[in-house]
């Protein structure tokens, strides 16, 4: 895949995961008019990176960034 291309649905499933708890492949490869394939692999990268996590379900959710606000009770 293209550098510009695979960072374009890098951004655009970040974006869906700041929405929503979790998201699949299907959903990402419908919005961004990609093959299942592709949306899967971006997601995975996004996995190795560490900006999302696989759940046993087959979605995948976003992981606590340090930059991002967290609830603290006390």
């Given at each position: 895949?293209?550098?510009?291309?695979?960072?374009?649905l890098e951004g655009l499933a970040?974006?869906?995961?700041?929405?929503?708890?979790s998201i699949t492949p299907f959903r990402l490869a419908d919005r961004?008019?990609?093959?299942?394939?592709v949306a899967r692999d971006?997601?995975?990268?996004?996995?190795?990176?560490?900006?999302?996590?696989?759940?046993k379900s087959g979605r995948y959710a976003r992981?606590?960034?340090p930059d991002t606000p967290t609830?603290?009770?006390g």
């Amino acid at each position: 895949m293209h550098e510009p291309l695979q960072s374009e649905l890098e951004g655009l499933a970040l974006t869906m995961l700041f929405q929503a708890k979790s998201i699949t492949p299907f959903r990402l490869a419908d919005r961004a008019n990609v093959d299942w394939f592709v949306a899967r692999d971006v997601l995975e990268g996004l996995v190795r990176k560490g900006h999302a996590a696989a759940l046993k379900s087959g979605r995948y959710a976003r992981t606590q960034q340090p930059d991002t606000p967290t609830d603290s009770k006390g």
